[in-house]
């Protein structure tokens, strides 16, 4: 069973601050996604990352994939109250159709 | 980008009643569509996986009598609460995979639908 470790499970910061949520496992994906939840809603996918060391970038938003596949961090330049939310990563095994979720990461940005 | 479309968004019913949930995805094919329960402030946990004209597979816990779920087309899977009681208040979510994207991995959600039984 392939587990990812979300961390931090909790975040809240003030307006402008950098912050870095992390993602990490002891098995190997083939793809990890990262996604963004609002209250009420369901998740909405913001980046997918599938070579090994590969960075991506959102605006404010940097995605990076660990050079095994093991882990992934997702970091957020001078937060702002928009992008308070629950951050899931979900990653997938190869050959596998099935996403395993970490465990998510409430932001709450405060002006 | 992939639309997937839930319905209802809300419903709330009696104990004792079952409750149908619908998930589309409306400009894609999705041979396998993933139906997920989420509690307040926790991360989603996959109740099974839908396949097109097949039996669903369930994860290990979740009663497949008692949670009904029917993938008749490749737009459209369902799942059926039935008999519910309270403890089945949650928020249901639904996720398809685009199959012409090839195996990314990436899923699109539904908008979930929050199931309050009374």
């Known amino acids: 069973t392939q587990l990812l470790e979300q961390s931090p499970q909790f975040l809240s910061i003030q307006e402008g601050e950098n912050l870095t949520v992390y993602c990490n496992s002891s098995?190997?994906?083939?793809?990890l996604q990262w996604y963004r939840q609002e209250p009420g809603e369901g998740p909405v996918l913001l980046v997918t990352?599938?070579?090994?060391?590969e960075v991506k970038k959102l605006k404010r938003l940097t995605f990076q994939f660990g050079d095994a596949r093991k882990d992934s961090s997702l970091h957020i330049t001078a937060a702002q109250p928009g992008d308070t939310g629950l951050y899931l990563c979900a990653g997938s095994g190869a050959g596998s159709y099935q996403l395993t979720f970490g465990k998510g990461t409430k932001l709450s940005v405060i002006p | 980008g992939a639309v997937v479309s839930q319905h209802p968004s809300r419903v709330i019913c009696k104990s004792g009643t079952s409750v149908k949930i619908e998930c589309r995805s409306l400009d894609f094919q999705a041979t396998t569509m993933f139906w997920y329960r989420q509690f307040p402030k926790q991360s989603l946990m996959l109740m099974a996986t839908s396949n097109e004209g097949s039996k669903a597979t369930y994860e290990q816990g979740v009663e497949k009598d008692k949670f009904l779920i029917n993938h008749a087309s490749l737009t459209l899977s369902t799942l059926t609460v039935t008999s519910a009681h309270p403890e089945d208040s949650s928020f249901y979510i639904c996720s398809a995979r685009d199959r012409s994207r090839g195996n990314t991995g990436e899923l699109f959600f539904g908008e979930g639908s929050r199931l309050t039984v009374l």
């Open positions: 990352v599938v070579t090994g060391g």
């Open positions: 098995s190997v994906f083939s793809s």
